[in-house]
C-alpha cells in the first residue's frame, strides 16, 4: 500500500523562528505534492504544491523542497507567526491514479 | 465564490440510522472527493467521481453510498449508521484529478451511538 509519513509528530518553535516540517513518502512512482494547514476545526487549507520535475518551489513565507534520491519532502516556514500553529500534512498523488495519500501530520506550536 | 460546502456541521446518530452529508462545489470542478479523518491517522479516502454519472470506490467505502448526478453536488450516505463510522468527514474538489490542487470543504462532524 502506499505509505505517506512525518518524521516527527509534534514540533514547538519560537515566534520569529524559522520552522521545518518533513515528510517521507515510499512511492518512487509519486509525481505530485501538496502540503496542507490544517486548524483545529476546519478543513485542510492549501499551502504549496511541487511537481517531481522540480526540486524547490517557494511561496509567501513557505518553501518545499523535495528530494527525489531519498523519496523526502519538506516545508519551511520563514518567520514563523502565532498564526502558523496548525497541524501540517503532506500528500502526495501518482498522476495515474485518481487518490490523494495523506500523511498523518505534523502539529506545530508557535511560542509567543 | 464559495468554494466547497458541506452540511451539516455536526451530527448525532443513533446506530442504524441512515443520512445523507451534502457536498457542493461552484468552481466547476469535474474531481470531488469524501475523505474521513480520525484521530492519529492520516486522511482515508471513502469514494471519488471523476465527472457527473462516475463514480469510483476509495480506500475505505464499506457502509457509504454515493452518487454524481450534477457536477456540483456529491453526497455522502450513510447507509445504515454504526459506531465504526464516528468520524469528521471532508468533502474535495479539484479540476480534472490529475495533478492540480485539491480543495477541501469545511468538515462535517459525525458522531454515531
Known amino acids: 500500500g502506499e505509505s505517506v509519513g512525518l518524521h516527527l509528530p509534534t514540533l514547538s518553535v519560537q515566534e520569529g523562528d524559522n520552522s521545518i516540517i518533513n515528510c517521507a513518502y515510499s512511492n518512487s512512482a509519486s509525481d505530485y505534492f501538496i502540503w496542507y494547514k490544517q486548524e483545529s476545526g476546519k478543513g485542510p487549507q492549501f499551502i504549496i504544491d511541487i511537481r517531481s520535475n522540480m526540486d524547490k518551489r517557494q511561496g509567501q513565507r513557505v518553501t518545499v523542497l523535495l528530494n527525489k534520491t531519498v523519496k523526502h519532502l519538506s516545508l519551511q516556514i520563514a518567520a514563523t507567526q502565532p498564526g502558523d500553529s496548525a497541524v501540517y500534512f503532506c500528500a502526495e498523488k501518482r498522476s495515474s491514479r485518481n487518490q490523494f495519500y495523506f500523511g498523518t501530520g505534523t502539529s506545530l506550536t508557535v511560542i509567543p | 465564490n464559495a468554494g466547497v460546502t458541506q452540511t451539516p456541521k455536526f451530527q448525532v446518530l443513533k446506530t442504524g440510522q441512515s443520512m445523507t452529508l451534502q457536498c457542493a462545489q461552484d468552481m466547476n470542478h469535474e474531481y470531488m472527493s469524501w475523505y474521513r479523518q480520525d484521530p492519529g491517522m492520516g486522511l482515508r479516502l471513502i469514494h471519488y467521481s471523476v465527472g457527473a454519472g462516475i463514480t469510483d470506490q476509495g480506500e475505505v467505502p464499506n457502509g457509504y453510498n454515493v452518487s454524481r448526478s450534477t457536477t456540483e453536488d456529491f453526497p455522502l450516505r450513510l447507509l445504515s449508521a454504526a459506531p465504526s463510522q464516528t468520524s469528521v468527514y471532508f468533502c474535495?474538489?479539484?479540476?480534472?484529478?490529475?495533478?492540480?490542487?485539491?480543495?477541501f470543504g469545511p468538515g462535517t462532524r459525525l458522531t454515531v451511538l
Open positions: 474535495a474538489s479539484s479540476l480534472s484529478g490529475g495533478l492540480d490542487t485539491q480543495y
